[in-house]
T-cell receptor
């Protein structure tokens, strides 16, 4: 049973346009959500996070939106740059129990120059 | 540089070999993790340690044996592995306790079982 799902395995976006990566979760106990970026042959790098008490968190070109009722979150990258090309993982955890970060399968973003 | 260092970066081992993966973090964190990443699968949580105590074993086969001698070091001992165990093994650390916090990952060890 996959508790965190990223249904789009890949996404291609033109440079300068918006990239929108989506993530769905099923566990109501999750209250903290994270996005990681991963290049080949490297470990995931933390990008941005959001607590369930918020519905939006912004950091430069990156914004994460959380819709708790739909159990859905999304990562917006504006404007997209070729260097953003990587695999993006969504992760979720419950801060009230053992810290377990549950990851989705990832979305491979390709930003075209 | 994330503050989490894994060695070796690459490892090829036979099914009868015994080897160990090492992870070290310099972030002052108290929680450490082992994840496995196979092709086209999500990162699979294997083990969690909080303050050196194992708090999670995600039904991992006994041929994988973790060890956490202190909050800064984590090992994964491998023996009699199968070819399907070939994957990228990732170590991570985070602050433990209450509150929101993110996990920081090492570069991973690419393991090939032949």
């Amino acid at each position: 049973d996959q508790q965190v799902k990223q249904n789009s395995p890949s996404l291609r976006v033109q440079e300068g346009r918006i990239s929108i990566l989506n993530c769905d979760y099923t566990n109501s106990m999750f209250d903290y959500f994270l996005w990681y970026k991963k290049y080949p042959a490297e470990g995931p790098t933390f990008l941005i996070s959001i607590s369930s008490i918020k519905d939006k968190n912004e950091d430069g070109r990156f914004t994460v939106f959380l819709n708790k009722s739909a159990k859905h979150l999304s990562l917006h990258i504006v404007p997209s740059q070729p260097g953003d090309s990587a695999v993006y993982f969504c992760a979720a955890t419950s801060t009230s129990g053992t810290y377990k970060y549950i990851f989705g399968t990832g979305t491979r973003l390709k930003v075209l120059a | 540089e994330t503050g989490v260092t894994q060695t070796p970066r690459h490892l090829v081992m036979g099914m009868t070999n015994k080897k160990s993966l090492k992870c070290e973090q310099h972030l002052g964190h108290n929680a450490m993790y082992w994840y496995k990443q196979s092709a086209k699968k999500p990162l699979e949580l294997m083990f969690v340690y909080n303050f050196k105590e194992q708090t999670e074993n995600n039904s991992v086969p006994s041929r994988f044996s973790p060890e956490c001698p202190n909050s800064s070091h984590l090992f994964l001992h491998l023996h009699t592995l199968q070819p399907e165990d070939s994957a990228l093994y990732l170590c991570a650390s985070s602050r433990s306790g209450t509150g929101s916090t993110e996990a920081f990952f090492g570069q991973g060890t690419r393991l090939t079982v032949v």
